[in-house]
């Protein structure tokens, strides 16, 4: 059944809307059929401000590795969704270890599909000011958090293939954009990761990629690079270098796309190795 709501909103302000736009029109026979609410979603109940902060509630928090937790923080409503565009990211806030202020920014794990929560995936540094924050932070604290920011907004159809070089905590836009691609049976983009640690333990989601990476053989694969190897290990050693991009990322086309998030000495080598593989600018973004 189609709420009264959305029937209206359908004369109002979507159907005009949908009529520019073919993908629109798609989207739309989509929610009529399904009885989905899904504009209104969208609209009514994004949790988030792009200019003020907002406190949430953390409701769990999971260790997932010696330095790294999985943080879950309630949304106001158990129906409500974050509203955040796939491939942006929120700005958090808190205190250092001297009690100064500080903002930086984190990408959910979690989709819009995900309903009355969203989590993120934290690696904390000894010495990192934010790092402090979430370290201290226990279950029933609040997070602020502003957004959506960020340049990057994934529209299904963008790139016929993606290659997405990742290190350490660089992996959760590439994880949420993944998982968007994937859960979507009409998007048929492909995905190539190359993802970068120092130890097996250092690998954040890992029974995650593999899991999508056995799901979908077809449309993503993922090659670990190790700096320090376990003795069984038949991923990459050492940094990340041309010949693991030549191998394990999509040939330089027009309709490919390399995205990469690290530390900034990762970032800056692997520009370098794009550029000499010949990527160009429009065909590399960095998060
Ligand atoms: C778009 C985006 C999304 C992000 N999403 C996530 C996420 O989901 N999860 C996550 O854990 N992190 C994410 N980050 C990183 C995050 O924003 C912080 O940078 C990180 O948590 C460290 O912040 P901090 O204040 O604890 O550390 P800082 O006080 O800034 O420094 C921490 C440590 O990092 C190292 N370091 C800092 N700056 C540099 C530098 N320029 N060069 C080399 N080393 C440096 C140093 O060892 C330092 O001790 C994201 C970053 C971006 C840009």
């Known amino acids: 059944m189609i709420g009264g709501v959305l029937v209206e909103r359908t004369v109002k302000e979507i159907l005009p809307a ?15 059929a399904k009885g989905e609410t899904r504009y209104e979603t969208v609209r009514d109940r994004g949790c988030l401000d792009p200019k003020n902060f907002k406190e949430f509630k953390l409701v769990k928090r999971t260790q997932i590795s010696h330095n790294s937790a999985k943080f879950r923080f309630a949304l106001p409503t158990p129906k409500s969704v974050l509203g955040l565009p796939v491939g942006k990211n929120i700005r958090c806030r808190g205190k250092d270890s001297q009690g100064e202020q500080v903002v930086r920014p984190y990408t959910p794990i979690t989709l819009d599909s995900d309903v009355g929560y969203f989590e993120l995936v934290v690696k904390m540094y000894p010495k990192g000011r934010m790092s402090h924050h979430f370290r201290e932070m226990r279950e029933g604290d609040y997070l602020a958090v502003r957004g959506p920011e960020g340049r990057f907004k994934y529209k299904r159809g963008q790139a016929r293939a993606f290659g997405m070089i990742a290190g350490g905590s660089g992996i959760t836009p590439m994880f949420q954009i993944t998982r968007a691609i994937l859960e979507n049976p009409k998007d048929k983009t492909n995905v190539h990761l190359i993802y970068a640690n120092v130890t097996l333990d250092d690998i954040l989601l890992k029974e995650e990629l593999d899991g999508l990476a056995s799901k979908f053989p077809n449309q993503f694969k993922v090659y670990y690079v190790l700096n320090q190897p376990p003795e069984v290990w038949n991923g990459g050693i050492g940094y990340i270098s041309k010949e693991m991009i030549q191998s394990h990322c999509p040939a330089p086309a027009e309709d490919i796309q390399i995205l990469r998030c690290g530390p900034p000495p990762m970032n800056k080598a692997i520009a370098a190795h794009l550029n000499a593989l010949g990527y160009t600018p429009k065909m590399q973004f960095e998060f």
């Open 18 to 32: 949908v009529q520019r736009s073919k993908e629109g029109l798609e989207e739309l026979g989509n929610i009529l």
